[in-house]
Structure formats: structure tokens, C-alpha cells
């Protein structure tokens, strides 16, 4: 950068600062924001407010090959809330950068496992409740609101009816 996009950047810096502190950021999101505004700055050598759509399209490329998502989502906040404040124009983050979502599976614990989990329980009416859960697949909610009418004894399941409503009830809370 010249001495005149130098000086425009530190006012702009510390327009973006003053912004961010009436705004109650902590002092920690302070300093993320501002780091990655000067990081945009340093990696195209002008300041922020010269950039074009395809060059923070470029940049964020370059996070998301070889950064976190975690830094890639604080560059993009940092940007937009440098954008909305600062520059007072929108920014439309979404068509620049998304994080992927993730799925996670549930964990499933081996037959072994529950065998071990039950053994080890000392009173009898855990190993029982232990040993419904795991039989019937309930679901931890369904678990934990399960009452005595729930389960038909003759048949060794759950009835359909009180499972669909122990569903609802969890669901709707």
C-alpha cells in the first residue's frame, strides 16, 4: 500500500475499532475482527474498501484450502460487520462463503458395551430400565419419560400409541 492508502486504512481501522467497541464486542472479538481485516489488506495490498467481489471471493478460496471453517467463519463476520458499520453498504456473505453442514452420526453402543453398562449397575430397577431402553431402541427423551403404561408386558414392547406420544411430547416442549 502507498502512504495515502495507508492513512485511508488507519482511519478506516479506526473507525471500524470505535464501531465495534459502541457495539459491546468483547475485547477478544475485537481483536479477531480487526486481524482479519488487516489480513485481507496484507494479502491484496489495498485497503478493504477497493475490493471487489471476486478478489474476497479469491480470499476466501485461499482460507478455505488452507485454514479452519472456525477462521474462515470469523473472516467472514469480521468482513460483513466491517461492511454493514464501516462502509455502510451489504455484503452478501452467502454467495461468497458457506461452511458446509455437518452431519454427525449418533453413537451406538456395541452389544458388549450395553452387556457391561447393565452387569455393572447394582440396583436391579436400573438394569431393568437400562435393559428396556437399549430393547425397545428408545430415544433418550423417550427414555426418560417413559412411565410403566407405556410398555405392554404381555407382547415384551413398547404400544405404539404411548410411543407416538411420548414422541409428540418430547418434540413440542
Known sequence: MNANEHARFQALHQR????LTLRGKSPKTIDLYTRCLRQVCDYFETCPDQLSTDQLQQYFMHLVE???WSLVKIARNALQSFYQYVLG????????VKAPKVQTLQD???????????SRTRK?????YFLTTYSLGLRLSESLNLIIADVDSHRGCMCAVARARRIASCLYR
Open 89 to 96: 453498504k451489504p455484503w452478501e456473505y452467502v454467495l461468497i
Open 124 to 128: 436391579l430397577s436400573y438394569q431393568v
Open 108 to 118: 451406538v453402543l456395541s452389544l458388549k458395551e450395553v452387556e457391561r453398562l447393565i
Open 66 to 68: 488452507h485454514r479452519s
Open 16 to 19: 471500524y475499532l470505535t464501531e
